[in-house]
């Protein structure tokens, strides 16, 4: 009895055996159905809390399955640009046409030049130390387009019925020319510096007139600047050089 009982405990083994083979396989056939069920029977999207009741994922938390990353990259600009960042779009250039923003197309001299006369200058003489008894005139340019000087200053000292001689020798090689707030000189030699000039007098008053393109006539309105409170000396001596363009041109003469 003893041997045959030890020969039939294997056996009863092996049986055992296989109905867990079975059994297992039948599991198995079960989890691959696709309800996703795990060896304690609960689905894995709907986790449970102690009592068994199913609690939705935080909002804080991202839910079972997916990341932090909402899918955006965060290197990448925002659809209007990120503050301080270049969005990649460029903005259109502001229009205003060729001439820039508030800009104009014309120019400080703009229009056609005129000749330079007393309405669209301004004239001043100053008494000089050197050379002695001679006057600097100064003619300013006032207006809004360039002027010419023409010739030389026709003056008139006083009551004097003509003008004084030009110093033929002053004469420059073009036309002085002066853009807006440009000034043009000549000098007045008024009186013999060694004393031989003849019918020498004190004058308080001055008239320069200025000369057209011709020469031969005075144009516009003439200017009258001031003379020191007791006046110039002068004598028949009298001349005057042409406009220059310097001042250290009309001086050296």
């Not at 079972?64 to 259109?92: F, H, I, L, V």
């Not at 003056?155 to 004097?160: I, K, L, M, S, W």
Request: some cysteine; hydrophobic content about 30%; aromatic content about 4%.
């Amino acid at each position: 009895m003893s041997s045959f009982r030890t020969a039939r405990t294997p056996r009863a083994r092996l049986v055992g055996a296989a109905a867990t083979v079975v059994l297992a396989a039948l599991s198995l056939t079960a989890c691959n159905d696709g309800t996703g069920v795990e060896s304690e029977g609960r689905a894995t999207g709907t986790p449970s809390t102690a009592n068994g009741t199913a609690t939705a994922p935080s909002q804080d938390e991202p839910a079972a399955g997916t990341t932090q990353d909402s899918g955006t990259d965060a290197s990448a600009p925002a659809a209007n640009g990120p503050a301080g960042k270049d969005s990649g779009t460029k903005a259109p250039a502001a229009s205003g046409g060729s001439g820039g923003s508030g800009g104009s197309s014309g120019t400080g001299a703009s229009g056609k030049p005129v000749t330079c006369e007393g309405s669209v200058t301004r004239t001043t003489a100053a008494p000089l130390t050197r050379p002695v008894n001679h006057m600097l005139l100064t003619v300013t340019n006032t207006g809004s387009r360039t002027c010419f000087l023409y010739g030389y200053p026709a003056v008139r000292f006083g009551e004097a019925q003509a003008v004084p001689p030009v110093i033929e020798d002053s004469q420059p090689q073009a036309v002085v020319t002066l853009e807006p707030g440009q000034s043009g000189y000549a000098s007045v030699s008024l009186a013999a510096a060694d004393g031989s000039g003849t019918n020498g007098h004190t004058v308080k008053s001055l008239t320069v007139h200025f000369q057209g393109r011709s020469g031969n006539e005075s144009v516009g309105t003439a200017a009258q600047p001031s003379l020191p409170a007791q006046g110039v000396y002068v004598d028949d001596s009298l001349k005057v050089t042409y406009w220059q363009q310097s001042m250290d041109d009309a001086v050296s003469w």
